[in-house]
């Protein structure tokens, strides 16, 4: 099954009954389609390639062969990776100079992969400190 572009997929989602669902909290009612647009945009930046090339489309426009020069990836597989961002509306493509040229097309973006490195550099302190802990006791037993 061929993917579709985020875009496209939250409509259709729309589209379906909009099964509700409490929030925990018994804060009110959310429309699941709202959690499935989250997921589908997560499933969209689960792929390391992805993931660098927003990163580097962050920091400036970029032509096709300077992305290839900083991922490190064969050409056809940069071209699927960039069709995916593409669908999912987060990126956008223009000729320039003869090159195709790329940038993000969603500012947020750049917060987003912020966000997420500062919760990974959160786990891996926690990961450090129950390392530490276990070498203590692990002295104190042995």
Do not use: W
């Amino acid at each position: 099954m061929r993917k579709t572009d985020l875009g496209r997929r939250v409509g259709d989602m729309n589209k379906l009954s909009c099964a509700k669902m409490r929030q925990p909290t018994g804060g009110g009612i959310v429309v699941a389609p709202l959690y499935q647009a989250k997921a589908e945009l997560f499933r969209t930046l689960g792929h390391p390639a992805r993931i660098r090339i927003l990163e580097l489309l962050t920091e400036r426009d970029h032509a096709v062969h300077e992305l290839l020069e900083q991922i490190m990836i064969e050409p056809s597989n940069l071209s699927q990776q960039l069709a995916v961002l593409r669908r999912a509306g987060l990126v956008v493509q223009r000729r320039e100079n003869g090159s195709v040229v790329y940038s993000v097309s969603v500012p947020d973006v750049r917060d987003l992969l912020t966000a997420a490195r500062r919760i990974l550099l959160a786990m891996l302190s926690d990961q450090d400190s129950l390392r530490e802990q276990l070498d203590t006791t692990h002295r104190q037993v042995g």
